[in-house]
């Protein structure tokens, strides 16, 4: 088999959220199978293309919003300047937060709309929408084609309890992934193609405190997700690598419009 179709080498990348725990992890593999990376993050992302280039990354950092789109705009025009094109649009923005968990403290009916209002806007505008509107607008006009990689959830395809905002949200961004998908080839290049990773449970920032408690231990939740994951674990962020190189990759230019999970088993299992 020839390896090289799974080759990015000279492919330009954006990855929205990249200086995050997940966003950082895909910048190393997708750099290390060849492309060239732009880390675009609200947050600082000088210590994250710091360690790309010593890990012999190509990579550079840029600042967006990735809710407000004049921002997005802004970094897009920089990425354009510095890249000359985008080939590839990883969107790993996106997270929970307090404000629209219930919880003993809070109920269903106390969540504030404000909480539920940035949850859903965060990973469903500002996670997909807004950054496949701006880079996507480049992208169609590749001759070469291109490769869009939302992130999605399990709680996609299972509603998880206690976390209706992200539920709801990342249900869409799947459902917006495969109408994207038949819509960019259909109406303006057949090269493009969209898809998402559906990642499990993987320990980040944004969900430690629901799976760990003060000691490092499982809490109840924790405990339960790990007895209906068939493989016994936790995800580790490298895990997603694989995935996302063969969907940025020719290894899938006839794949579009899909949702893969990579939960260890998670959503196959249906408790019995």
């Known amino acids: 088999m020839d390896l090289e179709i799974f080759a990015l080498k000279g492919k330009k990348v954006v990855i929205t959220g990249g200086a995050g725990v997940l966003g950082s992890v895909i910048a190393k593999g997708l750099g290390k199978a060849g492309a060239q990376i732009a880390i675009c993050d609200i947050k600082e992302t000088v210590d994250v293309v710091k360690k790309l280039l010593r890990d012999q990354v190509e990579a550079k950092g840029y600042y967006i919003d990735v809710l407000d789109p004049q921002k997005i705009k802004a970094c897009h025009d920089q990425v354009m300047k510095d890249f000359g094109q985008v080939d590839i649009l990883v969107n790993a923005a996106g997270g929970n937060i307090k404000d629209a968990t219930t919880s003993t403290e809070m109920s269903f009916f106390d969540l504030p709309i404000e909480g539920l209002e940035k949850v859903v806007a965060l990973n469903l505008f500002g996670g997909a929408i807004f950054p496949c509107q701006v880079f996507g607008e480049s992208m169609v006009k590749n001759g070469g084609g291109g490769s869009i990689i939302n992130i999605s959830s399990m709680s996609a395809f299972r509603p998880l309890t206690r976390i209706p905002g992200y539920s709801a949200a990342k249900a869409a961004v799947s459902n917006f992934t495969k109408w994207l998908a038949v819509h960019f080839a259909q109406e303006y290049n057949r090269k493009i193609r969209v898809n998402a990773l559906a990642p499990g449970f993987f320990l980040t ?40 190189i063969w969907l940025a990759s020719d290894a899938s230019r006839f794949v579009t419009g899909t949702v893969i999970p990579i939960d260890g088993g998670f959503n196959a299992f249906s408790g019995v």
Do not use: W
């Open 205 to 244: 920032e944004q969900n430690r405190y629901l799976l760990l408690d003060e000691t490092g231990n499982l809490t109840a939740r924790g405990k339960t997700i790990i007895a209906h994951t068939p493989m016994g674990r936790f995800g580790e962020p490298e895990e997603l690598i694989g995935a996302c």
